[in-house]
């Protein structure tokens, strides 16, 4: 998750910068196997879309 999220940060960096603000992200893994990077990469893109994508007053609520 870590490598994960470090190579996809780019995503939402532009956002933070635009509207001046800092995010807190937080993922607990609760899972009885270690999943791969290939598992793992993908949803940590969509998710970061997500975010980047979400109007920033509706996260200011």
């Known amino acids: ?3 994960s999220f470090l190579l996809n940060k780019f995503i939402l ?3 933070i910068e635009r509207i001046n ?14 999943p791969k990077f290939q598992d793992i990469n993908p949803s ?4 970061f879309n997500l975010i980047k994508d979400t109007e920033t007053s509706s996260l200011l609520k």
């Not at 603000?21 to 270690?34: A, D, N, Q, R, T």
């Open 1 to 3: 998750m870590r490598a």
């Open 13 to 15: 960096e532009e956002k």
């Open 21 to 34: 603000c800092s995010y807190h992200i937080v993922f607990i893994y609760i899972g009885k196997f270690l």
């Open 44 to 47: 940590i893109k969509k998710i």
